[in-house]
């Protein structure tokens, strides 16, 4: 009877040993099938926005012009109406939208990389700001990321202050593509635009500037960190008018997402890249990242490295003992940088 009991107990032993090994297993499979599922969300997340980036704009200029050749052509009509009455919207800070900034969307776009913002010293919300943001990179998924939606939580890190990212103003002259890019507190880099957001919109303001714009682009390459700042002090001279303080601003990692074709200078590509840049206001420029399915391949989907935002010590405006004259300023090109270059490293 002991010999039969024993036994007994050895069976119930392995098949529970069985049991917990094959839900063990199934843990472990389901474990990795979601982990999978997440990182094909998060490259989804990130491949949407590159596909708006670069063709929402004329993609929805081409369907509204084939509507006006259709029966639905008053659809067409509807929205150039809306459109002509709404024109000057962005030029006064758009319509953010809150619930499309803290889509969930955004932060799987935050995960595949991913991307961090870092506090360094807290905002006043009774001040104004100018960030001016390095490096462009080639598509400036940091600076979209950290201020153009609540993906790295950028509301909770500086309470009470509204980021507006300020891009090309021809984007708002896109059809769609101008009230998605409103509806997440992006706004022209213009005057008009800079002026009305400092003077008339309250305090609290923050408007990020990717100061090297097009021209910067055009230097971004994996391993190399070059600024374009030379003849770009517009920023600066609006920051002393309105008594705005500058914030130098750098994401580290955001020239590595993506690999360029770079052109030399004198180059019959650069003479292009330059062309179109004073002309049309971006430069092209011939890049590649991942593929969908494989990093292996070629695409648009940017590599997923690390990029780390970090805001450097307000610099004071000219309201402050460190600035007593905004005209003294303006009237000394050869000094006006001086509050920007200070503060960085």
Not at 10 to 37: C, E, M, P, Y
Not at 68 to 88: G, M, S
Not at 252 to 273: D, L, M, T
């Amino acid at each position: 009877m002991k010999t039969l009991i024993a036994a007994y107990s050895g069976v119930l032993r392995g098949t529970g040993s069985s049991i917990l090994s094959a839900l063990q297993d199934l843990f472990s499979i389901t474990w990795l099938n979601r982990s999978k599922v997440e990182k094909q969300l998060q490259v989804i997340s990130v491949l949407q926005w590159v596909l708006s980036f670069l063709v929402l704009g004329v993609a929805c200029s081409a369907i509204l012009m084939y509507t006006f050749c259709t029966d639905c052509w008053l659809i067409a009509v509807l929205y150039f109406t809306w459109l002509a009455f709404d024109w000057n919207t962005p030029k006064k800070g758009g319509r953010r939208s809150q619930w499309v900034r803290n889509w969930a969307v955004w932060r799987y776009f935050r995960d595949y990389f991913p991307i961090q913002l870092v506090k360094t010293h807290n905002l006043l919300t009774t001040r104004n700001y100018i960030f001016g943001y390095h490096p462009h990179g080639i598509m400036g998924l940091g600076a979209f990321c950290n201020f153009s939606t609540e993906a790295t939580e950028v509301s909770k890190k500086f309470p009470g202050i509204r980021p507006y990212l300020a891009t090309l103003a021809g984007n708002f002259r896109m059809p769609v593509l101008r009230e998605y890019l409103m509806s997440g507190g992006i706004c022209p880099v213009n005057r008009d635009t800079i002026d009305y957001l400092l003077s008339k919109n309250g305090s609290g303001n923050a408007i990020i500037i990717v100061v090297g714009g097009a021209a910067e682009s055009l230097s971004s390459m994996p391993g190399k960190n070059a600024v374009t700042l030379r003849n770009r002090k517009g920023f600066v001279k609006l920051a002393l008018r309105h008594g705005a303080d500058l914030v130098p601003t750098y994401s580290f990692g955001e020239n590595e997402v993506y690999k360029q074709v770079i052109f030399e200078e004198g180059s019959w590509g650069r003479w292009v890249q330059k062309k179109f840049q004073k002309y049309i206001g971006f430069a092209p420029c011939i890049f590649h990242g991942r593929g969908l399915f494989s990093s292996d391949t070629w695409g648009l989907v940017p590599y997923s490295k690390p990029i780390t935002t970090v805001g450097e010590h307000p610099q004071p405006g000219p309201l402050t003992s460190r600035c007593p004259t905004a005209s003294l300023w303006e009237n000394e090109d050869s000094r006006l940088g001086y509050l920007f270059l200070t503060s960085m490293p």
